[in-house]
Structures are given as C-alpha cells and as structure tokens.
C-alpha cells in the first residue's frame, strides 16, 4: 500500500502533523522512536492549556486523540533510511519494515550539544536549562548563572536578567565578552566571571555552587547554558536537503524543502531556541502542505483523464 504521508518523529510537530492529516482521511504513518529533546524534564511551559505538564504525558495524550483516526497509525520505530524512486519515498525502520509514501514530514528534532563541564548533565534540565522563556518563570529572582564561552553570553545575559537582578556570566574561561559589553552589563549590575569551570555542586539536579578551578565556589541556584545543536536524526539517505547557518533543514513558509514531497518542521527545521507550541504549529503548516500537494495531484491527474476522455 502507498500510504499518502510518512510522518518521522512523534514530538509535538510530528504529532499535530498527524493530527491534521488524520482529519484529512490521509493516510499516515507516524514514525517515532520516542527520544525527544525534552526527555531530560519532567515540565513543559508555555503551552496554553498544558502549561506545566509532564512532556511523557503531553505525548500521552496525543497519541491517544490520534488514535481516533483511523487513517493515522503510528510506529514505535526509528527510521534508519529514506529514499527516493519514480517519484515516491521508500522508508525504512530499523527492524527492517519497509513502507512507500507519497510525501514525508520531518519531525525529528535536534539535539543539544552540552559544553564538556563534570556533572553538567545532572543538572540540565532540572536547574540549568537553555530556553529562558520555557523555565525562566520558575527560576524568577533567585541568584542565577549564565554560562556561555561564546558570541551568545552577552545576548543571553540580556535575555536572563529579565528574571533575576542577581546574575553572573560564566564565560568557562573563555574572553568572549568586549569591553564595551562587559561595561554595558556591568551598568546594569549583571557580573562577570571568566574563570573556567571545574564542576556543579548540588544534590538530585538542584544548583547549590559552581566550582571554579581554582576551586573557588560560587553559590548559584540555577541557569541557563548556551549550547551547541545538532540534528537528532541521521539517515542513510540520498536525499538532499538544504540547511540553514544554524544547521536547520530550510523550508519555506509551507515547511517544503528543497525537495519535492519533504517537508520539515518543528526543531529540525529551526535548530535554535524553540517551544513546543511553535513545532505543534508547524507540524499543522506541513500537514496543510501535504494537503495541498495532494489535492493538486488529484485534480491534475482527473484533468488528465478528462481529457484523455475528451479525446477518445
Ligand atoms: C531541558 C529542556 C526544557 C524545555 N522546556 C520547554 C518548555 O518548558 N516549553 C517549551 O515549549 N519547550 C521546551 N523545550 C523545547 C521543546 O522540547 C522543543 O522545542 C520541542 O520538543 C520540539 O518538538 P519537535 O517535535 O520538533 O522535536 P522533539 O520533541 O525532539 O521530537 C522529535 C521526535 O522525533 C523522534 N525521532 C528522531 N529521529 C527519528 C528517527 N530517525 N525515526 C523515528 N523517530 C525519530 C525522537 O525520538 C523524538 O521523539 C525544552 C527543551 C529542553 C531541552
């Protein structure tokens, strides 16, 4: 069977992807292997409605309003390969299934890529995150670190210090900060700390210090780090796509790519700071996409009967 979608990645863009083209009576499979980005919380903000769930239960209950449309089916799978023939798309998953689709959404998402300091990862996602506007709102006026060795920590010091009048950049030994910006933040009481960093101190994810290494200790109960991105996904593919500075798939305002039939949408196509409300959003602009290109396929190939008929 040639199913009309193949939607890879179940993170919110894949998922409302789906749910539209559910309701559209299209016939989609979703492929997800279940690793999203934000598996490291256990609270998603910003989301108006689900403002504060559990990202696990988030994607609960969209599979359950997904299991309402018996065009959508989903497969607990990862997609290893992905090509091209004669116009339509082979997938294939991991455990060796193989499916035709007539046009693709990619939903896969990216990844953060965390500067190498000990024990970082105990605390992302917990007490030290990456998006100031998804968990600013709980770290609100307490004493906060920015940590940055790039171009970014003078921006995001600016973005931080709308929550807290108690910060300090981390520049990880790094001298990424001119003069005139350190002056600027200084201005407006935000410090400065461009020692490297030895470890985070602190029990069960929870900031308490961060060790320099010079083993001063900072008390800090909370922050935001710049990180790096990259593609949560690598197919063996012939596929081509065109990415963006950042690293996204680029797409116009339809999520199409460069590609005839690939759509993208959500983090993959961003790789930048994101939410879950914009992917979701996406997801249903992909979807509106296939729509379109679908209707178009029909009615030309109806023109092209009707002509042929015309003709006899
Ligand atoms: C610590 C942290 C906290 C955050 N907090 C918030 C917040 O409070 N509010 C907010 O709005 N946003 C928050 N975000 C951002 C949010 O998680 C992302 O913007 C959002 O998840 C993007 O959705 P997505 O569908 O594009 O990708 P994802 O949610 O990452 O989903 C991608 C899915 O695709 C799957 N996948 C990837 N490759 C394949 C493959 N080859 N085959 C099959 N499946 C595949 C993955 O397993 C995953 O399930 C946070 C992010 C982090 C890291």
Known sequence: MIIDCAVIGGGPAGLNAALVLGRS????????????????????HGFITRDGIDPQEFKRIAQEELSRYPDVKIKKQRVHRLTKDSGLFQVATENGEVFTAKNIILATGFKEVLPEIPRVKEFYGKSLFSCPF????ELRDRPLAVIADDHKAFHMAKVVSNWTNDLI????????????EQELLKSKGIRIN?????????????LEKIQLEDETEVY?????????????????????????????????SWQRTNIEGVFACGDTRIAGPSQLIIAAGEGSMAALA???????????QENQHRKKGESI
């Open 194 to 206: 461009e020692k490297k960093i030895a470890s985070f101190i602190g029990e069960e994810g929870l």
């Open 25 to 44: 009576r299209r016939r989609t499979i979703l492929f997800d292997d279940n690793k999203p980005r934000n598996a490291v919380t256990s609270e998603s």
């Open 134 to 137: 998804c968990d600013g709102w």
């Open 290 to 300: 296939v729509n379109a290109a679908l209707i178009e396929e029909k009615f030309s």
């Open 169 to 180: 950049v981390f520049t990880n030994g790094s001298k990424v900060l001119p003069l005139e």
């Open 220 to 252: 800090r109960e909370g922050g935001f780090i710049a990180a790096e991105w990259k593609q949560a996904a690598s197919f063996d593919s012939s596929l081509e796509y065109t990415v963006n500075e950042q690293g996204g798939i680029e797409t116009d």
